[in-house]
């Protein structure tokens, strides 16, 4: 390899002990040369072709560049051939013992021909990228700092509408409280005056009362005995008259003791104990306002490395959340666009339809005449799902979730089980009819076929589908295969890895997502079948699993357990 940054004496002279200083450095050679050693390196039969710098300008190179060597570990040659089919640098030796079957080496000088003041035509392509790189990133950053400046606009407006909204609320109370006052004292003031007119009465009474007294002691005083005697009657009967007006109010209810007593609206003690938050704030994922734009060629990179697809050995999960279901017995689910969750209870003539955050937001029936039906799910569009009937019935069915109704039934002329919508197709497997194939889907299905060298009993199966294959998990022979439309077996999965293989979904790289119902566990299968591993297993809570589906543009896979718990991952 290369010396050090600063290469301050000659490489050769410091061999014989000799600090002399270097006025040139060759890349080939790896070493700094004084006057002396140059003229010897540029006249000498075997380096007077090298491409030599002076040390002023080699010390001006990045260090990655000062670090690279122009020679072959391997071999100790110098690497002159790029093969674009292994993307690396090889020698003379190299290209013929371990790339003779390469179609596309390129000798590299031949490449690297200077053009218009150029140093290679790799390096012009490069800067060109570059430039449209620093675009782009300019624009992005541009784009970024508009976006961070709306986020704090929009904390403006949504503080503006929180203070808005308890404005609101405060004037509602306030207005509410107001009138239940007024109320109190409308009816305070009504039964006071039904008080105070029965007080004005017995005083009216009492102010009678009064004046008898004051005759009888008249009487007493002053009256022959035979005035008393005849006077006494009408004085019992202003008694009795006193009496009967007083009796007649006791009787009547004016007596009666009143209490004002205040009753609350039952939303207002709603409001109280169940109210625990003022709101939510969230953040949405919208179209982007910023498109990147490439006017170089980009393709004319050579040292472009090529993209490799990501090894599912590198593939993650992470829990985001787990849904305990009212049913148990789940044999399907599935995900909608929107974000929520559906899941099917085998042969309960049921669709449930969960929120992200646990919460139930519908449970329909699915055919109101027929019961004991349901096996598998999957979503057609935004508002639709298919059901299968199961080993109850020969029917599929294309469910509204919006209205809860019926769209469309159809009979599949044999018992479906699991099954896949993919393009307006659906592939389902039978009972004692194999794979059949629905080629398109209009007001009936037309083009049926049965798909060839797949089993003819495959009752409890599932499949899934892309544009190219069929993928099926045979639980009754324990594998997972992939089939063309033609029926031709691409690969085929069996290990004890996976047992009983239930429910199956693919990626957005098409690697297969199987659920081992006896296995208890999810195992994830490459595209080609030649790699696998488990993601989750009985020590994750994942038992007896059914179910599964993954939503491809956020990568979520969703995972369901037979007896009602369900998964939600982060797939990464």
Partial sequence: MATNDNTPFCDICQHRDLNKSAEDYCPQCEEAHCVDCRDHHKISKLSKSHQTIS?????????????????????????EFYCKSHDSLCC???????????????????????SKGHPSVALDNIEKVLKDLEINISSAIKDRSRNLSELRDQ???????????????????????????????????????????????LNE???????????????????????????????????????????????????????????????????????KTFGNIKVENCEKHVSFSW????????????????????????????????????????????????????????????????ECLSESRIDPKISNIG???????????????????????FFDMESEKLRQVFDTGDFCYGFSHHNGSIMCCTYNKGIKIFDRLHQNLKNVRILPNAPQYVPNSYVTSNENNIFHSNCNDNSVICYDFSGQVQWKYTDSLIKRPHGITLDHKNNVY???????????????????????????????PHALYFEKNKSILLVTNYNGVAFLYDVS
């Fill in 295 to 358: 006017k170089s060629n980009k393709s004319a990179q050579i040292f472009r490395s090529t993209p490799l697809e990501k090894s599912i050995e590198n593939l993650g999960v992470r829990l985001v959340r787990k849904i305990t279901i009212d049913y148990d017995g789940i044999s399907g689910c599935a995900m909608s666009e929107t974000g929520n969750l559906f899941f099917l209870p085998m042969y309960q003539n049921k669709l449930l339809s969960y929120s992200q955050t646990r």
């Fill in 205 to 275: 009474e009492k102010k009678k009362v009064d004046e008898i007294q004051k005759d009888i002691e008249s009487v007493k005083r002053f009256a022959t005995n035979i005035q008393i005697f005849i006077g006494s009657k009408t004085f019992q009967e202003k008694v009795s008259t006193n009496e009967l007006s007083v009796q007649l109010l006791y009787d009547n209810g004016s007596f009666e003791n009143l209490k004002m007593v205040s009753t609350f609206n039952e939303k207002l003690n709603e409001l109280v104990n169940e109210l």
């Fill in 55 to 79: 040390i002023d300008k080699y010390n001006k190179l990045p260090s990655f560049f000062k670090q690279i060597s122009h020679n072959c570990q391997e071999h100790a040659c110098i690497l």
């Fill in 514 to 544: 199987v659920a081992g119902s006896e296995s208890s566990n999810i195992v994830v299968i490459s595209k080609d079948g030649k790699q696998a591993k488990e993601l989750v297993g009985s020590r994750d809570g994942i038992s007896n």
């Fill in 375 to 397: 096996y598998d799910l999957s979503v057609v569009d935004s508002n639709t799902v298919a059901v299968s009937s199961g080993g109850n019935g020969y029917k599929i069915y």
């Fill in 92 to 114: 003379k030796i190299c290209s013929i013992s371990d790339h003779k079957e390469c179609k596309e080496i390129i000798f590299i000088e031949d490449f690297l021909t200077p």
């Fill in 155 to 201: 904390k403006q407006v949504i503080a503006k509408q929180i203070k808005e909204k308890r404005q609101e609320i405060d004037i509602l109370l306030d207005n509410l409280e107001k009138a239940l006052q007024e109320n109190a004292s409308v009816i305070e003031k009504e039964y006071s005056k039904q008080i105070e007119d029965v007080i004005a009465k």
